[in-house]
């Protein structure tokens, strides 16, 4: 793994982190819980959609992190970063008491 993602993961304070995958040239993209896994066997599962290994997304000391392996237009941030954060905002969501 490249040395910016390795940083990353290895950041104290990480509390959640997920490798991204995709094509961008297609608006395609998909965030990999085990991102452990070496970049290129993550590639591997989306390579016959010409997906690869876009980099990695966490949560450190509270705050979003990113490192991609190539620069990715704002729609295409935007997008992970929706995806990334959807299910956190809705962990965070108040429970209703009766």
């Given at each position: 793994?490249?040395?910016?993602?390795?940083?990353?993961?290895?950041?104290?304070?990480?509390?959640?982190?997920?490798?991204?995958?995709?094509n961008?040239?297609?608006?395609?993209?998909?965030?990999?819980?085990?991102?452990?896994?070496?970049?290129?066997?993550?590639?591997?599962?989306?390579?016959?959609?010409?997906?690869?290994?876009?980099?990695?997304i966490?949560?450190?000391n509270?705050?979003?992190?990113?490192?991609?392996?190539?620069?990715?237009?704002?729609?295409?941030?935007?997008?992970?970063?929706?995806?990334?954060?959807?299910?956190?905002?809705?962990?965070?969501?108040?429970?209703?008491?009766?």
């Amino acid at each position: 793994m490249s040395d910016k993602f390795g940083q990353l993961l290895s950041t104290p304070g990480i509390r959640y982190a997920v490798g991204i995958v995709g094509n961008p040239e297609a608006g395609e993209y998909a965030l990999i819980e085990d991102v452990f896994i070496a970049p290129e066997p993550i590639a591997k599962l989306g390579r016959a959609r010409g997906w690869r290994f876009l980099g990695v997304i966490a949560v450190v000391n509270g705050r979003t992190r990113t490192a991609f392996s190539e620069p990715l237009g704002e729609s295409a941030i935007a997008a992970i970063a929706e995806a990334f954060l959807s299910p956190v905002n809705a962990a965070l969501r108040p429970i209703p008491v009766n």
